[in-house]
């Protein structure tokens, strides 16, 4: 087993396990520790959730519902805004998914400068590798690689340093981070490196500053000189206009369903509890869909295990399952084959699941498509319009509703 997953095991018992362990210190001892990077092994200040939130084998409900049954919503307010800082970065992307198109066309000519620009790829590598001069950014690309994980704090500073100081393209960062993070998000992490390179909250960067990292590593490094000392704003495509937030289907009954499982979505609850009785669930795991480039096996091997998990724990409730390659016509043949007359899935949002589910749904012949929203996403989301700041304002609204959506899950 890789240290990665040794650290992280796919499993939702393992997930709840540390989420009871973290929730008495959700509190205060998050607002004052989080901000602390003490090491791979030092990182009780944070809950280390991110993965199993990401696959949703744990949801952010399960985490604020938890946090919400022992302290007090203004006792916990810094760890429950930042379970919505994911939340808000899913919602900003849905709405101008043309983002994660503009990210993904950058990176390819990136990837290209690569191969022909030999001093460019040398210096991608050694960052990649934790070959710089600088120990610090060593030893998060060295931690990121072997763990999968990487503190909030380090990704800040790290992402800082990869774009002002070694001056590389941020697109190369964020597929770095995509290739490795356990919680590798399209949203959360196209987002958060393009706010430190000042594209995001445009003219608004993030500069790591030596004096932070040595208060914050508790003088494990204290990078003098060698960081840049000014973080001028990169320029970035114009930001595509907000559209409305794409339909929601709802889950409709019918003797002859088929339930499509996706590693965006692995808590199907809410569906088969609406009533759906699949006669038979195809299973697609798509992170290696989040980079052109071979992804590390960790993070494949997380999304399968993890998958394996929900397929153990609902066993009895899926029909017959199969797993099935992310691809659309690999799903029409085993619609086929199951002889299904719709599809019922948890709805993906922007990235590799979805479109996946989207050029299966553009098919001709295949069953129809029903792509099953949260009330937890379809509250939250549309107030994504603008800043994170404006967002917040909500959170009381969104908490009070929290027990009432959850029944309607
Ligand atoms: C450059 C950069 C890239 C990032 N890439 C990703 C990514 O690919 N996937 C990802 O899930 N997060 C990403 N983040 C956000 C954040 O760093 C991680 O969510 C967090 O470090 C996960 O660790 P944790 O579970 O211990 O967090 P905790 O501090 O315990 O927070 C609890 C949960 O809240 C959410 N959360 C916390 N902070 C943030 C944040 N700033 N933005 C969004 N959600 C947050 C996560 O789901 C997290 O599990 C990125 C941040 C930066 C600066």
Redesign the pocket.
Known sequence: MTEALARFPPTRTAALERLNR?VPHAGRD?ATR?NYDLGRDG?D??????????ARLLT?AD?LEATLARHSASAAEK?IQ????????KGWLEMRPAVWGQYKTALKGALDNIQTQSGLRDRWEQACKGETDIECFNAWARELVDTG?????A??W??SIWIFTLRLPWEL??EF??RH?L???????????R??AGIQTPGKT?LARTSNISKYTEGRFAPKWQLAGEAPALSGPSKPATMPLPDADLPIPSARTGLILHDDDLSPGFILDAGIAPLATAVITTRSGVSPLSVAPHVAAFADAAAQDTVDRFDARLGAVSVVAPTSDALAAWASAAGVDQLITPYAPVGPAADVLARFGNLDDTPPLRRIRRPYDSAAWPHATHGFFRFKDKIPKLLGELRGLRAAE
Do not use: C, K, Q
């Not at 200040?45 to 990401?54: A, E, F, H, M, W």
């Not at 930042?82 to 970065?89: C, D, F, G, I, S």
């Open positions: 973290f998050y989080r990182h200040g944070v809950s280390t959730l991110s993965p199993y939130i990401r952010e985490v760890f930042e379970v919505y800082w994911r939340t808000y970065w994980y990487m503190h909030n704090h990704r800040m790290f992402a960062g964020a981070f995509l993070l919680d590798g998000d399209p949203a959360s992490n196209t987002l958060s490196w706010w430190v993030y």
